[in-house]
């Protein structure tokens, strides 16, 4: 069985129910999770084979304590995947799309490997809510991660 940590950094909300409901979704399906919040400072505890990284993209940036959460966690040889969400289309100057390439080599520099494309969930505002089909988008990063070879059961 493999472990998974689902790390949250939340201002309004919609990282945090993003990530709750995704939590649920991967033990209805027989993974181990823990559930943890960057902005609370939460530590992992245990073993974890996976990280799925919930964060915002804010004015064309990855928070600030997301990155600083990947930079001082010990991950060397684990799996990642990133939710990111965000207000801005994926064309407009702050977008998503580049500073979550640029966390992902972050990442792959620690020695991790990504299991996964970044996942985009749009928000109707700063406070959201996550706009419609959310919860279908987070199914089908689950499906991924249960038939990544890299992930396996």
Known sequence: M?????????????SRKCA???DEDLKSRGFETQ????????????????LI????????????????FIRKLDCSGKNFALVISHGADLDHRFS?????????????EKG???????????????EGPPVEGFEDTLGELADSLVNSPAVIR
Do not use: C, H
């Not at 990284?53 to 600083?68: D, L, Y």
């Not at 998503?96 to 792959?108: A, S």
């Not at 991790?112 to 700063?126: C, E, H, Q, R």
């Open 35 to 50: 559930l943890i919040s960057i902005k609370d400072n939460e530590k992992p505890s245990g073993e974890w084979d996976t």
């Open 2 to 14: 493999k472990n998974v940590l689902i790390s949250y950094m939340s201002y309004f909300g919609n």
């Open 112 to 126: 991790m490997l990504k299991v996964a494309d970044p996942t985009y969930i749009k928000v109707v505002s700063n």
């Open 20 to 22: 709750g409901l995704f």
């Open 96 to 108: 998503p799309v580049k500073p979550t390439e640029k966390l992902q080599v972050r990442m792959t």
């Open 53 to 68: 990284v919930f964060s915002p993209v804010r004015m064309g940036n990855v928070v600030g304590k997301t990155r600083k």
